[in-house]
């Protein structure tokens, strides 16, 4: 069982960057893969960026390449997305999630992929 709580959140400018975080409350965070989606009003869950469990190798949606970056820091079971240059539809809440099979070559950038899921953490941008 892996437990994930999302932090960082919060009401922004447009222009502004911000960094979410994601602690992993388990043993087991380093050897799995994790990801990053967000889910706005009304909206279908959509991938952001997803990390492979060492931290070699990094995806991320093709809409927001560029403006975002994810790392993760597996000796503090921490994983973060800074996002840069924030615009309006970035407003979303932002959910971490974590593999639920360790060591997997595959790196999903689909929901169904990721077995843990966070509480998810609320992302306002205004103008």
């Known amino acids: 069982q892996v437990q994930l709580v999302e932090s960082g959140g919060g009401l922004v400018q447009t222009g502004d960057s911000l960094r979410l975080s994601c602690a992993a409350d388990?043993?087991?965070?380093?050897?799995?893969?994790a990801a990053w989606f967000r889910q706005s009003p009304g909206k279908e869950r959509e991938f952001v960026a997803a990390i492979r469990w060492k931290g070699d190798d990094t995806y991320y949606a093709d809409s927001l390449k560029g403006r975002i970056a994810i790392s993760r820091d597996n000796e503090k079971n921490m994983m973060y997305l800074q996002i840069n240059n924030l615009a309006s539809e970035d407003t979303a809440v932002y959910y971490c999630?974590?593999?639920?099979?360790?060591?997997?070559?595959?790196?999903?950038?689909?929901?169904?992929?990721?077995?843990?899921w966070g509480p998810g953490t609320q992302v306002t941008v205004s103008s």
């Open positions: 999630a974590a593999d639920g099979r360790a060591y997997r070559a595959v790196v999903f950038t689909t929901s169904s992929g990721y077995t843990y």
């Open positions: 388990g043993r087991t965070f380093g050897s799995i893969n």
